[in-house]
């Protein structure tokens, strides 16, 4: 659905900015909690948190992120999905999200609230109250950027930093081809496995797949180390080959690196019993920086996405 | 400053992904945490807080809130100030901030290099934490969303609501010409005022001016109320008129109830005590609907900055 009208009063424009927020409460309904604790003062009131926190920002922007094929309302849910992906990839849990919007005039109200519903059915599936907001005006420009914060799941976070040499690469789900197959917005966070991971002290770093695993591994790389990837373990997306999975981008899906020594058939045993509908796959391990096995794949051939280019 | 160059190798494209953060966090310097407390992981980790927090988002955005007559320092500056004057408005004290921006490909590096270090030169003032942040690219786009957090400064926040008929007005410093005087970039958020004020049992309700008195003050008038303004009593910004003063916008002062009966000479004298170069001034009541007395303005006949029109 294109964000845009050409008619001026099916246009947000038209609503006017008391009748705009008085239409957003209505389209968040129950995950717009009442002020102080929501919109509707110069800040919210957040209750008192036990323990770190976590907090991400991450936007959706057109035509990057989504474009005139992808529904209104999928593109809300985008929005948070996104965000709690980042959560779930240090074993966290949503506690609350503000948004941020930047709006041409001409958006239809059509879309808006299309785009409001979503994102607050996604908010209700995951218990994430939108507690603050803000639209600004200008041309040409649909962009929406959600603050989540959130809390560990469980005694600890996960970080990308902590892979040693000899632990061994894995991945949740499969790769590659997230833009045609529509995964890059059907896609489910994955929370409940991140927070399954970092309660296992073996799992020693993690991340979410944003930019394909190629560009992706290097920051869970330690120093002096390398990513040595077996292509033919990779779990690829039907219909897509070893360079989607490694370049496209937009997995959202979880890899870790798991301290050398841990028992796979063991570990592999209790993620079927946790998991049993979300494939995992050993995918490799870190060696030591020049020491790649045969076989091993070459990653400087593969660019994953590059951002502002 | 213009946020646009035309000369490719002076663009933010042409620094690349990997480069540009390296930048921001050099940009940045001691106000950007170290992993995983900062950039560079997929969440920020927050320390634990005591008690209730606060949380706002406000953005600046190209040209509504900026143009090239204004420093990019300043810029950069302006965009934590406002959120800054939210958190003042609720008696609030800031903890961490993550930043959001969307740009596009043609923003120069020496503006954006500005608008950091200006954000970063305001942030130390203030003891802000950068801990996370965004990059997306708009094509014409120059927009900047700041979530920021906090917590009290005292035993309990003022929300807006909580004025009562009978109630006094009071505004903090001069009103008007926001935008020709600059103050709409140069202004102080009112942070220990609001700090202060939040401590008086006697402020009930309070908030920050952003789109002029005229509109603001109906989010502050209880129901059944009209605000009695008294237009002689306004505090006037040097060469600038009632008119400009209730409708211009960008004020970024206080406005609070005072509680009927409260020693209005006492409750001056105590603020000269603690605020001696900072304007305080007693500018109307709240009285019962269709009651205004003799000499108040009529606000209807006044409008303050509609957004998204």
Redesign the interface.
Known sequence: MSPFTRIARES??A???ER?IALIRRWLGQVSPR??FGI????????????????????V??P??FNDAVPARAVGAKLLKRNLS??A??G?RPT?A???L??D?RVSRRWLEGFYRGLAACARQYGVPI???????????V?A?L?L??ACAGPR?V???GARIGDTLWVTGRLGGSLPSRHHYTFTPRLAEGAWLARQAAVRAM??LSDGLAKDVHALTPRGAAAAIDGSALPLRRGYDVRAALTDGEDYELVFALARGTDRDAFQRRWRRAFPRVPLRGIGRFTAKGKLPQGALDLTAFHGY????
Do not use: W
């Open positions: 947000v424009a609503l006017g900015e705009l002020t102080p509707g003062d110069d800040c919210a009131v957040l209750p008192a948190a036990k323990g770190r926190q976590l907090i991400t920002v991450d936007p922007v057109y990057r992120h980042d959560l990839a240090m966290g609350a503000v948004l941020a930047t709006l005039p507690v603050g907001g803000d639209i600004a005006q200008s041309n040409g420009t962009a950027s603050t914060l959130g976070f970080a990308r930093t991340m979410d590059e951002h502002l280019k």
